[in-house]
């Protein structure tokens, strides 16, 4: 895809405030039409600028007061115990997120639990006994502030 003109970057910054909203609302917000919004979307999208719409939940509100992050260090290297990792991690409902990172750790997982003895529990029992973990440093989020994207 060539570069985004300054209508295309309205719309995803339009999308990534309510991304409820429709092609009409959002043309209307940008000064389009219908038809030539929904044709600039579908083409973003076909183009992989946009790839999923995620649903973003209140954690607190369903019951996960606590939200930790985890730098995970593998004790052992090698194909195999990447993938068996990644695997495994993925199948734990409570890790949110799984990034592969350069640095310290070799990955990083964002980790959902009721409370702290929940945490304790999810760490002992679950991720700790994941193929190939070694060291594991974890950051309690204590607040979150959204921002927008780079456009």
Known sequence: MTALDETD???LRAWSEDAT????ALGRMVGLSQPAAWRRLVRLREAGVMEDVWLDMDLQAL???????LGVKLATKGRV??????RAVTAIPEVQTVEHV???YDYRLRVTARDIPDFERVLRRRIM????VGDVEANVLLSEERRPGPI
């Open 129 to 132: 006994t994941l193929p190939g």
């Open 81 to 86: 115990s990447l993938d068996d990792f990644e």
């Open 9 to 11: 970057c309205a719309l």
């Open 21 to 24: 909203l429709g092609a009409g």
């Open 63 to 69: 019951g996960f007061g606590v939200t930790v992050f």
């Open 102 to 104: 350069l640095g310290l």
